[in-house]
């Protein structure tokens, strides 16, 4: 209802505020490392994007509501921990652009990670949630 969107958007601002900290470092080249710096170039947009999707409205959100892109959130996390891994069982080190330069490399290793990734949080993630939910519960 309104008072969760309410809640949402106040979150969105305070977290606009807290990267406000990064904008400000933008100036002041030696406060903090330049990852922070360019972090810092992307605070608004994302800031926006946070807004948009809070109030759950159009036809973008219900693209990002379909089930399909639900699951691919759901797994991206374990794409992310997972990726070097497969980079380096297909025999490409993290680092390396040698996968990229080639088409069938690369999709082995995004359909291997996604493989891996969906598996991961099938056998391993969703059993635990359930294990973790009867075991708080109790």
Known sequence: GGRTR????????????????????????????????VEACYVPAMAAVRFLFAHARGRLSRLFGRSTIMFCGEISFGFYMLHTLVMRAAGYPPGSAGALAHAGPLALILVGTLALSALVHLGYELPAQRLLKRWVTR
């Open 6 to 37: 309410s809640a949402t958007g106040i979150r969105c601002v305070l977290w606009a505020v807290d990267r406000g900290w990064f904008g400000a470092t933008v100036a002041m080249p030696g406060l903090r490392p330049v990852a922070y710096r």
